[in-house]
């Protein structure tokens, strides 16, 4: 019913900046929370950052001044924007966003994207 369609990820050298997207589509209506999550090879998912609908930002233990998130309501959209990236930022990075749905009253229902490889060389 909502798809998460993430871009932006690839391979940049330590040092170097990124900009991940996530469009969100379907039956939305209202598209509130919106986040990033990480994973690397053999840990678990952590979150990097969430940005509410109202601009309010939440970011994860591990995340310190080098991400920064935004969001395009009239898109449906977030970016995650991480500068400085180091060889430690490689993971598979996540849209998570919480979707009340057309027709399914005030429910909040949690959407994953496919994920966006990130790979820094050191």
């Known amino acids: 019913q909502v798809q998460l369609v993430e871009s932006g990820g690839g391979l940049v050298q330590a040092g170097g900046s990124l900009r991940l997207s996530c469009a969100a589509s379907?039956?939305?209506?209202?598209?509130?929370?919106m986040g990033w999550y990480r994973q690397a090879p053999g840990k678990q998912r952590d979150l990097v950052v969430i940005?509410?609908?109202?601009?309010?930002?939440n970011n994860g233990d591990s995340v310190k001044g080098r991400f920064t998130i935004s969001r395009d309501n009239a898109k449906n959209t977030v970016y995650l924007q991480i500068y400085r990236l180091k060889p430690e930022d490689t993971a598979v990075y996540f849209c998570?966003?919480?979707?009340?749905?057309?027709?399914?009253?005030?429910?909040?229902?949690?959407?994953w994207g496919q994920g966006t490889q990130v790979t820094v060389s050191s």
């Open positions: 998570n966003a919480l979707v009340e749905l057309v027709g399914k009253g005030r429910n909040n229902y949690t959407y």
């Open positions: 379907g039956s939305i209506f209202s598209l509130n929370a």
């Open positions: 940005i509410t609908k109202d601009g309010s930002t």
